[in-house]
């Protein structure tokens, strides 16, 4: 995954956590705007979420984060 996809799912991250607490739940659309401006980078992000990761629609941020600093 490349760094720009993975320092905005930290972002992200981070700003859900922030205002919703811990048990916050996210899917991949919440790294994009609501328009498909950048097709490859969210077709990255769903390879990453649904083949690499096998998650369901909706996973808590901080494992997302933590996955992503990992490297996984």
């Given amino acids: 995954m490349r760094q720009t996809l993975r320092n905005r799912i930290i972002e992200v991250c981070n700003e859900k956590v922030a205002k919703k607490g811990d048990n916050v739940g996210l899917s991949f659309h919440a790294f994009f705007?609501?328009?498909n401006d950048n097709p490859e980078l969210l077709m990255e992000a769903v390879g990453w979420w649904i083949e690499t990761?096998?998650?369901?629609h909706f996973e808590k941020a901080i494992n997302i984060k933590m996955m992503v600093?990992?490297?996984l």
């Avoid at 990761?53 to 369901?56: F, G, R, V, Y």
């Fill in 33 to 35: 705007a609501n328009k």
């Fill in 53 to 56: 990761q096998q998650l369901d």
């Fill in 69 to 71: 600093e990992k490297g």
